[in-house]
């Protein structure tokens, strides 16, 4: 998991280069990370806290992922 972390970091570098050159202030990428079972890393609680989100907005970030991740697989198996 952290790979991924770390991955959505070095995704957007260019773009925070260019809003610290921009606005003339400091920049942080915080991924959101949540696995295909809604399993969520540390950071990612840390970083939506830091945020200002709550739990409840935890929880529905989950289950949205549970449901996307259910409607693939019924796709995949034919269901509708």
Not at 21 to 30: A, L, N, P, R
Not at 33 to 54: D, F, R, S, W
Not at 66 to 71: C, D, K, N
């Amino acid at each position: 998991m952290m790979k991924t972390i770390q991955e959505k970091i070095s995704k957007y570098v260019e773009l925070r280069t260019e809003i610290q050159k921009q606005w003339k202030m400091e920049t942080e990428v915080m991924p959101i990370v949540v696995t295909t079972t809604a399993i969520v890393p540390h950071v990612t609680v840390k970083n939506v806290n830091e945020l200002g989100g709550t739990v409840s907005e935890l929880k529905n970030i989950q289950k949205a992922v549970i449901l996307h991740t259910s409607s693939i697989v019924r796709k995949v198996i034919g269901e509708k």
